[in-house]
């Protein structure tokens, strides 16, 4: 028998195969060590991760079951390490572990509803109970909140007094009371998230650990092989994706649910994850049991000039990797995070078509990805030498140094096929952002993301200009103003959304100098745009947004003079 190191490297080297030979083999290997006690957590956690990629990118009927029925037997498996190899686990998300993390309140929450029992506020590493002080004083109401600001009891002994019967956990009790109590929610997460509030996730067998996660439904899709991206990259993304739709409520619950879960319990978080639109979840259809999930944000929790939206990517059914992205004018900001199992399978090609959906639903034109997602202050995209990925699918740096770099490396690497750019190269590399540019975007169009804080400035300057402490009347005065400067003369029939999107962009819109004096063309593509934000869906400001070239153009401007204004003199 071989070792059981010797089949894992088999199994991993053969995962990614097709055909009749190939299925044979992992059938074989799967059966061989099924019957091994594996006792430490490197070796367990291999098979694990080969076992979700044979779940998501099945060869075989045969395959595909026992990988399923070796899944269900990880958790025990874990349980059965020694104690110290269990500990390694901790924070992977995989069944049989603990996650500990500082959740929002939003995970925390939707944790101790969709997972009750699992989760509980980790008092062991509470440095200080007295931080959560906040939370109960906005929970406890009349006599209890007397007797709690009194200080005659500390706050962990309060809270077990207090505790309602049934309730599961502290967590629970006090998100839920939290979350009765609609006058004072507020107030409980901003205490919440200020305390940053550990929470203790022992995973068990939760449906929602990273070993079982998988969205209902749907007939597998068996593969003959891993998709590759087109040879010409940017022709792909901009041929319409046919297959989006919106889903209704009961699906797009579930498909929330499924994203919360992957990103809470790897310890990770996006905040269009974190507080979904359950009115604005796009499911895209890439072929081969491969999905696309576009979450927008609650309307609540918008940007001012960004379109807030996070993505989950699903083969079928289990999720396998992750990002957030801002589209903004005619560029969106993105990146791509492809979950530890799956690495090495279909990434550049879920890539892409990820690009060539939010094409097709944004219109964007310049995507744009930060120095952080391959390699500034980023150990893990370093390793893995992330700048390539994105480099190979026609990415160039913004900045002249890193492109000229970039290009003498490319070169090395075409005559030298070993060659690999060291970790030092690789951080300079990741000193400014990198573009893709779609046939036909204006570079004139970009819109420097440095200016979006200065953008918050000219708004409350503009604020400041109205003569009242309000700051919501102010809001509505300014909205009054840019609406007349607009010609907006229906102001009336428009629904309370509505105007309250034109109040929301209105302190920024009012620092535009000259509106009244565009012509009406300019003036109606403002307005349009203005309504659309508070729209239940956010898409109609994205693209309303491509139709505002001049208000771009003018607030770029604007925001550029208020940074020069504000640059300290050299």
Not at 456 to 482: F, N, T
Request: glycine share 8%; with cysteine.
């Amino acid at each position: 028998m071989p070792s059981p190191a010797a089949l894992l490297a088999r199994l991993r080297a053969v995962r990614g195969a097709f055909g009749a030979d190939a299925e044979r083999e992992k059938l074989r290997l799967l059966a061989a060590l099924e019957v091994l006690r594996l006792t430490a957590w490197k070796p367990l956690c291999a098979l694990h991760e080969d076992l979700l990629f044979l779940r998501a990118f099945p060869g075989s009927v045969s395959v595909r079951r026992r990988a399923a029925r070796m899944l269900r037997g990880i958790g025990p498996r874990v349980r059965q390490l020694p104690r110290g190899e269990r500990a390694r686990a901790d924070d992977s998300g995989i069944a049989g572990a603990t996650t500990r993390h500082a959740y929002p309140f939003a995970v925390a929450h939707w944790l101790a509803r969709a997972a009750p029992g699992e989760a509980e506020i980790d008092w062991r590493n509470v440095d200080d109970p007295a931080s959560l002080d906040g939370v109960v004083s906005a929970v406890a109401a009349g006599a209890e909140g007397e007797a709690f600001a009194g200080g005659d009891f500390g706050t962990r002994e309060w809270i077990a007094r207090a505790r309602r019967s049934g309730a599961q956990s502290d967590l629970q009790w006090l998100t839920e009371s939290a979350a009765a109590t609609p006058a004072r929610l507020a107030q409980v997460v901003e205490a919440w998230d200020a305390a940053e509030v550990a929470v203790a996730w022992r995973l068990g067998e939760s449906r929602w650990s990273v070993t079982h996660n998988a969205l209902p439904g749907g007939a597998p899709a068996y593969r003959s092989s891993l998709r590759r991206p087109a040879a010409d990259v940017a022709a792909d993304i901009l041929r319409p994706l046919p297959s989006i739709e919106r889903l209704p409520r009961t699906r797009a619950r579930q498909v929330a649910a499924a994203a919360r879960a992957a990103l809470a319990a790897r310890c990770r978080e996006v905040n269009a994850m974190t507080h979904p639109n359950l009115d604005e979840i796009w499911w895209c259809d890439l072929d081969e049991g491969a999905a696309l999930a576009v979450i927008g944000i609650a309307r609540e929790r918008r940007l001012t000039l960004e379109t807030n939206t996070g993505y989950l990517l699903f083969c079928n059914g289990v999720p396998v990797g992750y990002g957030g992205v801002t589209p903004l004018f005619r560029q969106a900001n993105t990146g791509i995070n492809i979950f530890d199992p799956f690495r090495g399978g279909e990434a550049a090609f879920l890539w892409t078509q990820m690009l060539r959906a939010f094409h097709t639903l944004y219109g964007s034109g310049r995507f744009i990805v930060n120095p952080y997602q391959f390699g500034a202050g980023n150990a893990e995209a370093i390793a893995s030498g992330a700048f390539w990925f994105y480099y190979r699918l026609g990415f160039r740096p913004a900045l002249a140094a890193p492109r000229r770099l970039a290009a003498r490396e490319a070169q090395r690497m075409a005559a030298d096929r070993k060659y690999r750019s060291d970790a030092k190269t690789l951080k300079a590399l990741a000193t400014g952002d990198l573009h893709f540019d779609l046939p036909g975007f204006d570079p004139g169009d970009h819109f420097d993301e440095v200016l979006l804080p200065h953008a918050g400035a000219l708004a409350a300057r503009m604020q400041a200009s109205v003569p009242v402490w309000s700051r919501e009347r102010a809001a509505k005065r300014l909205a009054e103003r840019v609406a007349a400067d607009l010609g907006i003369d229906d102001l009336a029939r428009w629904s309370a959304a509505e105007r309250r999107g034109l109040a929301f962009v209105a302190p920024v819109a009012a620092g535009v100098p000259g509106l009244r004096d565009w012509d009406e063309a300019d003036r109606h593509a403002v307005a349009a745009m203005l309504r659309a934000k508070g729209a239940p869906q956010e898409r109609g400001f994205a693209l309303k947004s491509l139709r505002a070239p001049k208000f771009f153009h003018a607030l770029r401007d604007t925001l550029r003079g208020l940074a020069a204004a504000d640059s300290p003199p050299h």
